[in-house]
C-alpha cells in the first residue's frame, strides 16, 4: 500500500524533535512492507539557509518532500491568516502534484498536521 504522510517536519541535527513522531511512524509503516512519502511545508520562521522552492530528501528508504518560499509569520502580519493559509495550501498542492508524478495516487493519506 502506498501511504502519504502529511507531517510539519523531518528531524535533523538541528530540530532532532521536529516530526520525529512522524517520523518513527513511517519507518514502522516501511518496516510492515508498505511504500510511504511524507510531505510537509516548512514556514518556519528560522535565521538558517533553506532552499527555496521544493525540496526531496530520502531516509531510510522513505521520500521527503518539503516546500519553502516565505516565514509563515511574514505572511500572516502583511496579508492576513485567510492568505498564510492559501499560500500553504497551494504549497501543499504543488508538493502533492510532484509526488503524484513521481509515485502515483496514494491509496492513504494520513495528516497530522494541517496548519
Same mark, same amino acid.
Given at each position: %500500500? +502506498?501511504?502519504? !504522510?502529511?507531517?510539519?517536519?523531518? @528531524?535533523? /541535527? $538541528?530540530? @532532532?524533535?521536529?516530526?520525529? +513522531?512522524? /517520523?518513527? #511512524? ?5 518496516? %510492515?512492507?508498505? /511504500? ?7 514556514? *518556519?520562521? *528560522?535565521? !538558517?539557509? *533553506? ?9 531510510? &528508504?522513505?521520500?521527503? =518532500?518539503?516546500? +519553502?518560499?516565505? @516565514? ?13 493559509? =492559501?499560500?500553504?495550501?497551494? #504549497?501543499?498542492?504543488?508538493? =502533492? &502534484? $510532484?509526488?503524484? /508524478?513521481?509515485? &502515483? $495516487? @496514494? ?5 497530522? =498536521?494541517?496548519?
Amino acid at each position: %500500500m +502506498f501511504i502519504l !504522510i502529511v507531517s510539519h517536519g523531518v @528531524p535533523s /541535527k $538541528r530540530d @532532532p524533535q521536529l516530526g520525529c +513522531f512522524e /517520523k518513527d #511512524q513511517a519507518e514502522a509503516l516501511v518496516a %510492515m512492507g508498505h /511504500k510511504v512519502v511524507v510531505i510537509f511545508v516548512d514556514s *518556519r520562521f *528560522r535565521f !538558517i539557509y *533553506r532552499k527555496i522552492g521544493l525540496t526531496h530528501t530520502q531516509i531510510n &528508504g522513505i521520500d521527503y =518532500y518539503s516546500c +519553502f518560499f516565505i @516565514p509563515g509569520i511574514l505572511v500572516r502580519k502583511l496579508c492576513g491568516l485567510k492568505i498564510n493559509l =492559501y499560500q500553504k495550501s497551494l #504549497q501543499l498542492e504543488y508538493i =502533492y &502534484g $510532484r509526488v503524484f /508524478k513521481e509515485h &502515483g $495516487r @496514494p491509496d492513504v493519506i494520513y495528516s497530522h =498536521y494541517l496548519s
